[in-house]
């Protein structure tokens, strides 16, 4: 099956049925964004929820000065959306970009809300998925961003090595919220 790790990252949460699998993968293609492209750009309406087969997203937000502001980076078997775009029926204050070349799993919004609707297996995933990731994992960012220096904050995200060899240092800056040469400075403190 194509689209067995989606199937399978989806199950993981809340296992659908044969039919419920038939109506989401009817509703899903397969598309690719070479590195650098938006699938999502601020100020648009997310019309799309991904899942990201292959590649490196970024979900970034540009200041008053023009600089990109990483919020967070998604790697290969994530699901990505402009959610809080996509509840409210608002533009999304965010833009999300392929800092890779991508293989994207895409689903329209409406869609799959419908989805939701019909099949209560999908709505349990979706719920359950909003638990863990949104406010499970997201908590704890929250109380990392107030509370924690970027030091501290580094020496965590140098903890998915993966991750990291992955992201360029101007782009760990944004993320930290630091210069390029405030994070040369914590670096060479570290090393």
């Not at 070349?101 to 998925?129: G, N, T, V």
């Not at 240092?169 to 400075?185: F, W």
């Amino acid at each position: 099956m194509i689209h067995s790790e989606f199937i399978k990252q989806i199950n993981q949460y809340n296992p659908l049925s044969e039919e419920t699998v038939k109506d989401l993968l009817d509703i899903c293609t397969e598309e690719y964004y070479p590195k650098n492209s938006l699938l999502l750009e601020s100020g648009t309406m997310a019309r799309y929820y991904y899942f990201l087969k292959s590649g490196l997203i970024g979900y970034y937000t540009v200041d008053e000065q023009g600089n990109n502001i990483y919020k967070i980076f998604f790697e290969e078997n994530s699901f990505v959306a402009s959610t809080a775009a996509i509840i409210k029926n608002e533009p999304s204050d965010f833009n999300i970009i392929a800092m890779e070349d991508c293989s994207i799993i895409q689903y329209p919004a409406k869609s799959y809300r419908e989805l939701l609707k019909k099949h209560h297996d999908l709505a349990l995933f979706h719920m359950y998925y909003l638990e863990k990731n949104w406010v499970v994992k997201k908590e704890p960012l929250e109380v990392s961003l107030k509370y924690e220096t970027a030091k501290q904050r580094y020496v965590q995200l140098l903890e998915n090595r993966s991750l990291y060899n992955r992201l360029k240092q101007h782009h760990i800056a944004s993320y930290l919220g630091i210069t390029p040469t405030q994070l040369s400075r914590i670096k060479k403190e570290i090393n």
